[in-house]
């Protein structure tokens, strides 16, 4: 006795079988059926937001859905993550987030609702902003051995600036410091918009800062960059040479994370990252690329796990040392 297939069942099977992300269950094969957002914890304009509007336009005809930037600045970036750890894990909600929030926030703030990268998922990596150490155009101090030679002579004399207290650059500084052996003020903003003019005004004698907003500067004939905190030279400034090549094991730097709410289906995943990636190949992503001297350095979510473990237990020390926890 044949047994007959209902149509509608047969098509349902049909589906499944020949669905390019499979692993859903039967309630979610047809995600996405709306918009995803993506939380950015900086506010319009910086770079967390202008790679997440990339990103987003360069998905477009790619992810089957709009990617929809939500800016919640605040707390360091940790406001925004904090929402994006709570958020349902139903794939309408990830994160786009600098890896200060992730590796050295938590370590400093108890409060917060998540404390490691076990509360979220990791989903890629987009690249790197290179860290950088500058000085007046005009400065007697020509080489990072220089700061070296004059630190010691000078012990606490020298004032380096950052854009704030934990971050990627203060603690940059603070790992040179120790590798180094060398006794050196740091002063403390809040931003580069405010460090960078103290630099520039004599209020300070270096800072460390991220390239991006200084590069003006470097370009005007302002500031001299005397090191990159990168493991090779960065093509922008082929000249200067890393702390590395100067007997300095220092190429802490700043990387971009697409991250998702702990408990995301597998397959959501996936989808959203492969997306992103191919969106990293559009020419709205390439021109950001361009115009920002943005350096791309594309993860997997298993290799960005990696690399936000690795920097978290780097910072660990360096956050107990100086006392930095609130």
């Known amino acids: ?11 349902a099977v049909l589906f499944l079988l020949s669905s390019p992300w499979p692993g859903f269950s039967a309630g979610n094969v047809d995600y996405p059926t709306k918009p995803v957002n993506i939380i950015v914890p900086f506010p319009p304009g910086q770079s967390p937001d202008l790679i997440a509007r990339a990103l987003s336009e360069g998905a477009k005809g790619i992810f089957p859905q709009p990617f929809v930037v939500v800016n919640r600045p605040g707390g360091a970036g940790t406001i925004g993550v904090a929402e994006l750890v709570a958020a349902r894990p ?3 909600t990830i994160g786009l987030t600098p890896s200060a929030p992730l590796t050295v ?26 860290m950088v150490f500058s000085v007046v155009a005009d400065s007697l101090i020509k080489s990072i051995k220089d700061v070296v030679d004059y630190a010691k002579a000078n012990p606490g004399k020298l004032r380096v600036g950052s854009s704030g207290q934990g971050s990627i650059p203060h603690m940059d500084l603070e790992i040179f410091k120790e590798k180094a052996g060398v006794d050196i003020t740091h002063v403390p903003y809040q931003g580069s918009a405010a460090s960078i003019p103290a630099l520039l005004g004599g209020h300070i004698e270096a800072i460390s800062d991220s390239l991006p907003p200084i590069l003006n500067q470097v370009r005007a004939g302002k500031v001299r960059v005397l090191g990159t905190f990168e493991e090779k030279r960065n093509s922008i400034l082929p000249d200067v040479p890393t702390f590395k090549e100067c007997g300095f094991d220092v190429t802490l730097g700043v990387f971009h994370s697409v991250i998702a709410p702990k408990g995301t289906p597998d397959a959501v995943v996936q989808m959203i990252g492969d997306s992103l990636k191919k969106a990293m190949d559009s020419d709205a ?4 690329v361009q115009s920002s001297n943005y350096v791309v350095g594309y993860q997997d979510a298993a290799g960005l796990k990696q690399q936000i473990e690795t920097t978290y237990g780097l910072m660990e020390p360096i956050i107990n040392k100086l006392n930095l926890k609130k």
């Open 285 to 288: 992503f390439k021109k950001f």
């Open 1 to 11: 006795m044949r047994r007959f297939i209902p149509f509608g069942s047969l098509v």
């Open 90 to 92: 139903d794939g309408y």
């Open 105 to 130: 926030q938590p370590q400093i703030t108890s409060d917060l609702p998540y404390k490691g990268p076990g509360d979220y998922r990791p989903v890629m990596k987009i690249g790197n902003v290179p």
